[in-house]
């Protein structure tokens, strides 16, 4: 058997695992890992400038293409803290990722070592699993553990810690004959699936709702079948928002208090029975429990049993992976409907069509400074049904996902749970390294885009195209419109005259000269009518020099977009179409 250090065989698992990618960090502790990921050769890693920035890498590159798993490696310290958020947004979302972090050596952990920190136990709460490896024996069956945990049952990210000492020392080894650890999921049985179809079929107006485990598990395609088998609209939730073409005829729209459409909030609250696949009941596509759930009956099928019930009492629960699940909903269906036992829900499916079809919101403003909602409707005219789009938090990531649209399952890539301002411009690197032919465009307010805004030279040196699309109010819009019902505008807002940029008319930061001075393309835009051009153009630039384009839009100042605290008590606060 072959003898070798524990970072070669840590390495080698990695690939033999199938992981290809790696974003991080070297440092003195984790540089043992560097040179076993120099000297065999099958990871690729990105250079990124901030250990945060480069967890969320992983991040995007996980969720970008079924199967993948993201690597983060960081040196001891500061940089495994750093990785916490990422651990916290990718264990939120149910998104796999593996981070690696160097460690003091064994003998000086407990003694205040420089930069010796018990990361296990902080990552421990944001993780499926947070372990320092004391025996360098331990490293493969660590490694060989921690992609078992990441695949099992509902996803999610490890922290893997490793000594110094444990990564240099010498072990005995094989390879040729290392085997991943086989993974088994929950699966609804024959008889679950057809209580839950006999419970659908005895309901008036049924919907489904698709979230986010339906994509994780690549059951877009099924799910789709199977909506069309029993003829029952679609309701995805932010998070499965792609698992249904938006402009398919059973796609019902999106239901909540924020990112939302008036037709679907219209649907579900007309709706008397509601079937969940890998949804998680969000309080945000909720609102209160008790008006989501008054009149009508709920199944709700998840992977992860505890999930049941968490947030509100089903009728019906059944513990299965969603890909399962729809497989077994899909067969059922399929006998039923050569039978004649599915109800036609045809006139359901056209009433909620025509709601579909008038209850919309105003997009055509010609207002200078602009209006958000006419960024998305250009948008949507720049960009096509093969657009990726990567979005975090704010009134951006509410409104796009009200006003854009999203053709395909991870064509809309967002930090759901945890919302970590500064997310979109790693993650979206991570995404366009993930998918490197495809048109990605993230979409940032100004607060979000300064985060991590160095990490654009990340997307200058790899040469790692992207459109980054800033609408830029210079204000805290969403904490400023939370804090209209307190009475206050206080330490939101970013505005200040700059004095190296006196044509921003006091917006505060020059984007563009930072992303200039970044190595990146950048454009602004002020006139409602020029939208169009400069995304054009960016495509363009984007193409011939191979970096990120960076297309800052002038808003106004203040708008306040469409929330509420009731499915029937959103307010609009513009005009309707």
């Known amino acids: 058997m072959a003898r070798m250090r524990a970072v070669d065989a840590a390495v080698l698992i990695l690939e033999k695992e199938g992981a290809t990618q790696a974003f991080g960090l070297p440092g003195a502790a984790i540089n043992p890992f560097y040179s076993a990921m120099k000297k065999h050769g099958g990871i690729k890693h990105v250079l990124a400038r901030h250990v945060e920035a480069a967890s969320h890498m992983a991040e995007g590159y996980t969720r970008a293409t079924a199967g993948n798993i993201g690597i983060c490696v960081g040196t001891s310290g500061p940089a495994g803290t750093d990785m916490i958020t990422g651990l916290y947004s990718a264990s939120a979302d149910s998104i796999p990722i593996l981070c690696i972090t160097g460690q003091a050596p064994v003998a000086k952990l407990q003694k205040e070592d420089f930069q010796a920190v018990d990361i296990a136990s902080i990552a421990k709460p944001v993780s499926k699993w947070a372990v320092t490896v004391m025996e360098a024996a331990q490293v493969p069956g660590t490694f060989q553990k921690a992609f078992h945990l990441m695949r099992e049952g509902r996803p999610g990210p490890v922290l893997v810690d490793l000594p110094i000492d444990v990564q240099l020392a010498e072990i005995e080894f094989d390879i040729d004959t290392y085997e991943p650890l086989r993974v088994t999921k929950p699966a609804a049985t024959r008889a679950q699936a057809e209580k839950a179809l006999a419970m659908l079929n005895e309901a008036e107006r049924p919907l489904i709702v698709s979230g986010g485990g339906v994509i994780n598990a690549d059951g877009a395609e099924l799910l789709v079948e199977f909506a069309e088998l029993v003829g029952v609209p679609v309701v995805p939730t932010l998070m499965g928002w792609g698992s249904i073409p938006d402009d398919h005829p059973l796609a019902a729209g999106m239901v909540g208090l924020q990112t939302s459409h008036r037709y679907g909030n219209a649907t579900l609250?007309?709706?008397?029975?509601?079937?969940?696949?890998?949804?998680?009941?969000?309080?945000?596509?909720?609102?209160?429990?008790?008006?989501?759930?008054?009149?009508?009956?709920?199944?709700?099928?998840?992977?992860?049993?505890?999930?049941?019930?968490?947030?509100?009492?089903?009728?019906?629960?059944?513990?299965?992976?969603?890909?399962?699940?729809?497989?077994?909903?899909?067969?059922?269906?399929?006998?039923?409907?050569?039978?004649?036992?599915?109800?036609?829900?045809?006139?359901?499916?056209?009433?909620?069509?025509?709601?579909?079809?008038?209850?919309?919101?105003?997009?055509?403003?010609?207002?200078?400074?602009?209006?958000?909602?006419?960024?998305?409707?250009?948008?949507?005219?720049?960009?096509?049904?093969?657009?990726?789009?990567?979005?975090?938090?704010?009134?951006?990531?509410?409104?796009?996902?009200?006003?854009?649209?999203?053709?395909?399952?991870?064509?809309?890539?967002?930090?759901?749970?945890?919302?970590?301002?500064?997310?979109?411009?790693?993650?979206?690197?991570?995404?366009?390294?993930?998918?490197?032919?495809?048109?990605?465009?993230?979409?940032?307010?100004?607060?979000?885009?300064?985060?991590?805004?160095?990490?654009?030279?990340?997307?200058?040196?790899?040469?790692?195209?992207?459109?980054?699309?800033?609408?830029?109010?210079?204000?805290?819009?969403?904490?400023?419109?939370?804090?209209?019902?307190?009475?206050?505008?206080?330490?939101?807002?970013?505005?200040?005259?700059?004095?190296?940029?006196?044509?921003?008319?006091?917006?505060?930061?020059?984007?563009?000269?930072?992303?200039?001075?970044?190595?990146?393309?950048?454009?602004?835009?002020?006139?409602?009518?020029?939208?169009?051009?400069?995304?054009?153009?960016?495509?363009?630039?984007?193409?011939?020099?191979?970096?990120?384009?960076?297309?800052?839009?002038i808003l106004e100042r203040v708008t306040n977009v469409s929330m509420g605290t009731e499915l029937d008590a959103v307010t609009e606060f513009e005009p309707v179409a």
Not at 271 to 295: P, Q
Not at 327 to 349: M, Q
């Open 269 to 553: 609250l007309a709706s008397d029975f509601v079937l969940g696949i890998g949804n998680r009941w969000a309080n945000r596509h909720t609102g209160s429990v008790a008006k989501y759930t008054e009149g009508r009956k709920i199944v709700h099928v998840d992977i992860e049993p505890t999930q049941l019930g968490r947030v509100l009492a089903p009728d019906y629960g059944i513990v299965s992976d969603a890909r399962a699940a729809l497989e077994v909903f899909v067969e059922v269906a399929r006998e039923w409907a050569a039978s004649g036992r599915l109800a036609d829900r045809s006139a359901w499916a056209e009433e909620c069509r025509q709601r579909k079809a008038t209850l919309l919101r105003k997009t055509d403003f010609a207002n200078v400074p602009i209006k958000p909602q006419r960024v998305y409707a250009e948008m949507n005219k720049a960009f096509g049904p093969e657009t990726r789009y990567v979005s975090t938090i704010g009134l951006s990531q509410i409104q796009a996902a009200q006003m854009l649209h999203v053709y395909r399952p991870r064509h809309w890539i967002n930090a759901g749970q945890a919302g970590p301002l500064g997310w979109t411009v790693p993650a979206t690197l991570g995404v366009a390294v993930a998918d490197p032919d495809s048109t990605v465009v993230a979409l940032s307010g100004d607060y979000d885009f300064q985060f991590l805004i160095e990490e654009l030279a990340v997307g200058a040196q790899f040469n790692i195209p992207y459109i980054h699309v800033v609408v830029n109010n210079s204000y805290l819009g969403l904490i400023r419109q939370a804090q209209r019902g307190l009475e206050m505008d206080y330490c939101v807002q970013l505005s200040f005259e700059n004095i190296n940029s006196p044509e921003l008319q006091g917006y505060g930061v020059d984007h563009l000269k930072v992303a200039e001075g970044l190595g990146c393309k950048a454009l602004r835009v002020t006139e409602p009518d020029e939208i169009l051009p400069a995304l054009e153009q960016a495509k363009k630039l984007m193409i011939e020099f191979r970096v990120p384009v960076v297309v800052e839009v």
